[in-house]
């Protein structure tokens, strides 16, 4: 069965600094991973993906992940914050199977001005 | 703008009262979803129906049912909610089960029982 860790629950950075948010996964086929972010009291909203091919992956608002096969990880990254990316980080996995979206338990990003 | 719709954003309801969200979409998607999310913990998935077959996850209780009378709806019926129902329930939508794609989530609709 597939799995999503997300070690931090909680990212604080300075505006204008970069950000990292942590995931690693576990799956038994090619890892279909996803990055979803959450503003309170709203849906989650899509912010990359990572199918195949390249192994850094850019998104939505600035936003990027590198997969990296031989440490299962799939860390998002920002090279400058905003205080308008504080939000809940979602990290997602699916294993190519008829299987449902598993997510991991969720990062709240907090960037302080 | 295309877009997942849920009404309402907020609703209240009895102890054993039945509640039905409704969730819209017109995005065109095959495939609807419904997850139960409580506070800030990662979303549950409840089950999806993939045009009208309905597939319900294993450990998701007999209380809660779903209808899709057409493509653009999806309904979640809770029959006899419990304190233990309160939560965040979203809707999202996705063109196919197919591993690659993305999900696309409305708003959410935020339930609370008294």
């Known amino acids: 069965a597939q799995s999503v860790a997300q070690p931090e629950d909680q990212v604080n950075v300075a505006e204008g600094n970069p950000l990292t948010v942590k995931c690693t996964y576990s799956?038994?086929?090619?890892?279909?991973l996803f990055w979803y972010v959450q503003y309170p009291n709203r849906g989650l909203q899509f912010l990359l993906k990572?199918?195949?091919?390249?192994?850094l992956v850019k998104g939505s608002y600035g936003f990027e992940a590198e997969f990296n096969k031989s440490q299962t990880s799939f860390h998002l990254k920002k090279p400058s914050a905003l205080v308008s990316d504080s939000a809940l980080y979602f990290c997602?996995?699916?294993?190519?199977?008829?299987?449902?979206?598993?997510f991991g338990k969720g990062t709240r990003l907090s960037v302080i001005a | 703008d295309a877009m997942v719709i849920q009404n309402p954003r907020y609703q209240v309801t009895q102890f054993g009262k039945p509640v039905t969200l409704s969730c819209s979409q017109t995005?065109?998607?095959?495939?609807m979803y419904w997850y139960q999310q409580k506070s800030s913990q990662a979303p549950k998935l409840l089950f999806h129906?993939?045009?009208?077959?309905?597939?319900n996850e294993a450990d998701t209780p007999d209380n809660f049912q779903s209808r899709r009378p057409n493509t653009s709806f999806c309904f979640l019926d809770i029959r006899s909610p419990g304190l233990g129902d309160a939560a965040m329930y979203l809707c999202?939508?996705?063109?196919?089960?197919?591993?690659?794609?993305?999900?696309?989530f409305g708003p959410g609709t935020r339930l609370t029982v008294t």
């Open positions: 999202a939508t996705s063109r196919g089960t197919g591993s690659s794609y993305e999900q696309y």
């Open positions: 799956v038994s086929g090619n890892p279909y």
């Open positions: 990572y199918i195949t091919g390249d192994n």
């Open positions: 997602a996995v699916r294993d190519g199977g008829n299987t449902p979206l598993v």
């Open positions: 995005l065109n998607h095959n495939v």
């Open positions: 129906y993939y045009d009208k077959d309905f597939n």
